[in-house]
């Protein structure tokens, strides 16, 4: 397990974009940077830069050419590689590209550019699908788009073959996300790869490090909710012939067959206790056999279920709190102490230090 707090040595970051490097305590045109990971869209970043004239020693003047809005060093589609963290623990947080520029010309003092992007998963968002898929299973079509984008695959094995799938003009990411909700998995891209697996929490239940109120956290609130909770979840294909009849393709999952609780008690069989069973069904064509049916109903039970405990909290800045980790929060009292799933973490330094923002979520208390 990693330690729980991080050695409180000077912040360091480093941004490379084409053949520049803009360092930490180096490069003194970068005001502040912060990169957010997500475990279910595309991460992104932001830097700002103090603009000046190219030339050393020339004072700034209206009109004249500028260091970096006048240069190609942050044009569109350039790759971008941020590494964040401390002298002795500076890790690679993104890798992307740039999308956008925000210019800001005060009425005093020196202009600013503010510098935007995303990780590789906004070109999903961009190409549409026109012909159908060569791969009949789930996660051998994620090796083949992940072929077709230029990037690595790492694809939990999906059992389930389908005689054919072919999208109707949608983009690689709607159509990924439509294939991941289905079972209850994510689709994400880190670095150079397209990952299509079960969360994270299912396979390495581990806390990655633990945080303290009072210590090394800084805030946390937390929101506990049964409102409209799914105790109950059946999925249900065409009928097959079975036999001498036929029979629906269909499987049940229920409050208490999740794989990995974060409590002792979840909040679906709290809120069957109290309330009643609230029992949803889906009537999916495309389910092909029955362990695809079992798949769909426990992972939408899952999914619904991690919805019970949801938070926002803050930390002194750790690299190593990423999106798709487990962590243990302690000292918030029996009920909201405890292991969490992080769906988010905003790493940002500026020249008031290295901070962590984080969203996180539990199935049980």
Known sequence: MAASHVENYAPCFLIKVKDTELRHGVSVDVLSVSVTDNADRADSFTFSMRDRHPEPGRLFAGGEKLQ????????????????????????????G????????????GQPTLKVRGYSLFHRLQRTRIRKPFKASKDSDIVCEIAAAMNLKAKADDTSAEHPMVSPQGETYASFLRQRAERIG???????????????????????ALILEWGKDLISFSPRLSTYNAVTKVTARGPQTSQGRGKKPLVSTARAGDER?????????????????????????????????????SLGQL????????????????????????????????????????????????STSGYRTDFEVKRNAR
């Open 260 to 296: 990995i609780r974060m409590g002792t008690e979840t909040g679906q069989e709290l809120s069957r206790k109290r309330f009643g069973e609230n029992h949803v069904l889906i009537e999916d064509h495309n389910i092909t056999s029955a362990q695809e049916a079992k798949e769909m």
């Open 185 to 207: 998995y994510e689709v994400v891209v880190k670095k150079d790869t397209l990952y299509f697996q079960r969360p994270r929490y299912v396979d390495n239940p581990s806390a």
């Open 302 to 349: 899952e999914k619904q279920a991690m919805n019970y405990v949801t938070g926002r909290g803050s930390c002194n800045g750790n690299p190593d709190l990423r999106a798709r980790r487990v962590i243990e929060l302690k000292g918030l009292g029996r009920r909201f102490s405890g292991k969490y799933y992080i769906t988010s973490a905003t790493h940002t330094i």
């Open 68 to 95: 970096w809005m006048d240069s190609d060093t942050f044009d569109e589609g350039n790759k971008v590689e941020i590494h964040m963290g401390y002298v002795d623990n500076m890790q690679l947080m993104l890798l």
């Open 97 to 108: 590209e740039i999308t956008a520029m925000s210019p800001n010309f005060p009425s005093s």
